[in-house]
């Protein structure tokens, strides 16, 4: 019992049961402004952003702080690693091996996502006029805006990735490398004791953020859209335990085993909707994994903007269930070239204010074909696929690691079996 009341998996999901409890029955009470305006900013690089009512100010407090990490974290891994490692054809293999992998496995996503949405066709028999719609104006200006340089000058963690790519490789080159070893190896110790004094707030973020979700837009909202969900749902879930699954067995690893030892981040991403969240937390779990720290670093940030595969199903799924809504019969070659658009425009995702929904709109607006304005229907209910999304893309990245990781010879089974073991008691 001791054991329990010192586990933070169980305080997290404490957290989030009486979040959702909190928001049903007491909504006004979740709900409470405490502010008439958001407090918004900008430090260290990041966002950060404290909302106006109790509930998103408590996630807010959170997710914010964790963003403070991101960076740094990032800076350190990747530059403590290259210097390590020494060679740098080894660092452009891995980058260059990364990249093809996430266009590969973001492009099943896509076709899984077209191919059940075709199947399940959750879009028939929904009126429009019987969901709560919303403003979209916001998100359709937004997307006639997007351009690759904006996406790199609006993606800090893009930037940072390269800087450390560039430090790391001119400190690789100077003779006394061992002493900058020694002093990033002590920031990098500092950074992580930081961190996870932070991550014993995770009870409270997850607890504000189902509150949140649940006082704002309420379970009956999911009624007229539920067939969507549901159907979004449980293609997310065939593609972590079959492809994502699949693929960590091509190095006998089960995918079982890997969700059971990343489950704390998991629960952090499902209170809170956001994989910024569990970032710093789910890179420091793949390297006691066995993972090297240069794979580690270079895949996981990389994979944060180039490999979002629960983004990329959504997306996908959602394109598809408005041509159902608005009924458009869309031939194999429309089909194909949302499959296209969404190849290149989906890799934007975590760089654009609006996330997937600016992507949706500009996918939407280069088709031609189904009405931008079905945007709203999706609204209310994109908050709860949000969790969905964000799981899986985590899930994917670490997947992604691993895979590289083994490819590469840069893989200790003995750390995975240690640490797996360790998480299982």
Known sequence: MKNLFTNLTFWVLTA???????????????????MEEPIKGHFMG??????????????????????????????????????????LKKVG??????????????????????ALAQLLRPGDGVVTNQVKGGDISKYTNSATEFSWWTFFGDNVTLQVLVIAIVLGSFLSRYSGREKIVTVLQKASKYIFWGLHKVMLMAPIGAFGGMAFTIGKYGIHTLLPLGKLMITVYMTMACFIFGVLGLILRSYKISIWRFLKFIKEELLIVLGTSSSEAALP?????????????????????????????????????????????????????????????LMVTSKGAAGVTGSGFVVLASTL???KVIPVEGLALLLGVDRFMSEA?????????????????NNEKEFDREKMELAMQSSEK
């Open 46 to 87: 990041q966002e950060l952003s404290l909302g106006v009512t109790v509930s998103e100010f408590l996630s807010g407090i959170f997710i914010s702080t964790v963003k403070l990490f991101i960076n740094p974290i990032i800076f350190l891994t990747i530059t403590l690693g290259i210097v390590s490692m020494g060679d």
């Open 389 to 405: 999304r964000a799981i899986t893309n985590i899930i994917g990245n670490g997947v992604a690691t691993i895979w590289i990781a």
């Open 16 to 34: 989030i049961t009486l979040g959702i409890l909190l928001g049903h029955f007491f909504p006004e009470v979740a709900l409470y402004r405490i």
């Open 281 to 341: 937390s789910i890179m420091e779990k793949l390297e006691r994994m066995g993972c090297s720290k240069p794979v580690v670093g270079l895949v996981v940030p990389a994979g944060y903007s180039f490999n979002l595969d629960g983004t990329t199903i959504y997306l996908s799924m959602a394109t598809i269930f408005l041509a159902q809504v608005f009924q458009v019969h869309l031939t194999w070659e429309q089909i194909l070239t949302i499959i296209g658009i």
């Open 365 to 367: 607006t280069a088709v």
């Open 93 to 114: 293999k891995v980058g260059a091996k990364a990249l093809i992998y996430f266009e590969v496995v973001t492009t099943f996503a896509l076709i899984i996502g077209v």
